[in-house]
């Protein structure tokens, strides 16, 4: 893994300290927020950082292996004591609801939205729901622009050529993203779920299963294939392409199967600036049964692997509930803030709601508490029955992000005619600006970052607190093994400016000034102490 291929790469590292022989294991943070959504930046607390044992009746440390002259362990009794440090307590992370924006006027429904170059692209279905797209179109898919992700123009149908995988058509829900590392030709990639059962596509449907059978034997799903029905060659029915772009409009086939996966909802495609890879989620089959969610990962965009289940239902939901899509996105600037809003299909009552899963890597997740983000408008409402989260998560005027979602207002498998799908309309969930989820200290709290290095000089807090609520910071050297910390001159708690209110933009302030003091590429370890507070970021700025 390449850490230093993006501009908001993390990475681990190792700090010599002058005074003793002894490293600092420092975490490198890059100018960009960072989010509260798990504990990636807090200390545990542990025998080096957060505790220590001490004599009963004295301050002498007592190490954790305790050796006779012989250099074996003591055959003595110890009575210790446990002296906490820089222990986190009083705190706890909680996701934040969101709001919801006016539904879009029809014929302005934005899907899948990017915020590319300053202005906003969508891509979405001219048709209405219960149409079918003629052949070989991208189901009458078209491309509007934004200046503010609310107004849209500049709408152009886009036209895929097929001339390279001939034997193709249906081509559905499609992922669309830029490319960083592609050449202009191929700035845009789009995956979409295409089939092949014409009779007369027979010749180049044996191609290209024989193709991928000789280079991933490995890696197919039997599912995705249906009866040859009197052909020699098995149906695609659930096959995953690519195309690519110059401009999002006009785009190429690309000529052989991606993926077979039996899959029949959202696709969610990127590249990771920092793996180095693109990386694919989609749906998968838990046990056959119950919906879930896997992920692709390769470094040639043209060869992918089966996807591998990382999200399924587990004990901690009702039986009767799945993880349907992924709406898997980032925290726009921050590539290493890997989110999932997940809809949650509960089969009881038909409905969905929204959950915020995390993930550092992008491979392993964890629900943040606080239950679920969006739930189901209110009785009679356009988004009263299910929706699903769509991407990406991007930033709005006015400090805040949105994430576009579709819903109807009548159960998922509500009978369907022209009168049901009418309601179908397009939103956005909305949060203030780093707002997703909040470190919270109902009453006391307090915690301690891991060693950090970087390069601002002020420290920034997205924070809210009660009236009678406080924060304050206090900033200090980094330990090492074996040794200890020492507070940054005029950097202490008590020569902290208490900060109270709400900001999304609190720069903190000692007697001293704002600046931390510290000198250059030195590991700084940063305290909070918060008194009913909610804080949801914090940045290193100039």
């Not at 501009?7 to 010599?16: G, H």
């Not at 052909?231 to 999002?248: K, M």
Request: aromatic fraction near 12%.
């Amino acid at each position: 893994m390449n850490l230093e291929s993006s501009a908001r790469a993390r990475e681990i590292r190792r700090v010599s300290k002058q005074s003793s022989d002894c490293e600092v294991w420092a975490l490198r943070l890059t100018p960009g927020p960072n989010l509260f959504t798990d504990w990636r930046f807090i200390l545990s607390g542990d025998v080096w950082g957060g505790f220590h044992w001490a004599a009963k009746d004295s301050d002498e440390t007592i190490p954790v292996r305790v050796y006779d002259d012989d250099g074996e362990y003591a055959d003595t009794p110890i009575d210790a004591r446990m002296v906490p440090e820089d222990m986190p307590w009083g705190i706890r992370i909680e996701c934040q609801p969101a709001d919801r924006s006016d539904p879009f006027p029809s014929g302005q429904a934005p899907g899948q939205v990017l915020y590319d170059g300053g202005r906003y692209r969508t891509w979405y279905s001219s048709l209405l729901p219960w149409q079918t797209a003629p052949s070989r179109l991208l189901a009458a898919w078209c491309c509007a622009e934004s200046d503010d992700g609310f107004s849209w123009r500049n709408q152009q149908e886009c036209v895929l050529d097929f001339s390279d995988c001939p034997g193709v058509n249906a081509a559905k829900l499609p992922s669309v993203f830029v490319d960083p590392s592609a050449p202009d030709t191929g700035r845009y990639k789009m995956v979409f779920l295409g089939q092949s059962t014409d009779p007369a596509d027979e010749p180049f449907r044996r191609q290209l299963l024989g193709d991928f059978l000789r280079e991933q034997p490995d890696d197919i799903d039997p599912t995705a294939l249906g009866p040859a029905d009197g052909q020699e060659t098995p149906l695609i029915r659930f096959g995953r392409f690519g195309a690519v772009s110059a401009d999002g409009i006009h785009w190429r086939v690309l000529p052989r199967l991606l993926m077979l996966l039996c899959s029949d909802a959202q696709n969610v495609v990127h590249y990771d600036t920092i793996r180095e890879t693109y990386v694919w989620y989609l749906k998968s089959q838990w046990y056959s049964l119950r919906r879930a969610i896997a992920r692709s990962e390769t470094k040639d965009f043209g060869r992918w692997p089966l996807a591998d289940t990382v999200l399924f239902p587990g004990p901690d939901l009702a039986p009767s509930d799945d993880w349907y899509t992924n709406s898997k996105t980032i925290y726009p600037g921050v590539p290493d803030e890997h989110l999932m809003f997940p809809s949650l299909y509960r089969h009881f009552t038909d409905t969905s709601e929204l959950r915020l899963f995390t993930g550092p890597d992008g491979t392993a997740w964890n629900q943040v508490p606080g239950g679920p983000v969006l739930t189901p408008g209110p009785a009679g409402s356009w988004d009263a029955g299910f929706f699903v989260a769509e991407t990406d998560l991007v930033p709005l005027p006015g400090d805040r992000i949105g994430l576009p979602y579709s819903g109807y207002p009548y159960p998922h498998k509500y009978p369907r005619t022209k009168h049901t799908l009418a309601g179908h309309g397009h939103a956005y969930a909305l949060w203030p600006r780093e707002r997703l989820a909040a470190l919270v200290a109902d009453e006391q709290g307090a915690f301690t970052t891991l060693p950090l290095l970087f390069d601002g000089r002020r420290l920034r807090l997205n924070v809210k607190t009660e009236t009678a609520g406080e924060v304050r910071v206090e900033a200090a050297t980094s330990r090492y093994i074996g040794g200890a910390d020492e507070v940054l001159p005029g950097r202490n708690f008590d020569d902290c400016l208490p900060i109270s209110g709400d900001s999304l933009d609190h720069i903190v302030t000692w007697r001293t000034g704002q600046d931390l003091g510290h000198a250059p590429d030195q590991p700084v370890t940063l305290r909070f102490r918060l008194r009913a507070a909610r804080l949801f970021a914090f940045e290193l700025v100039v």
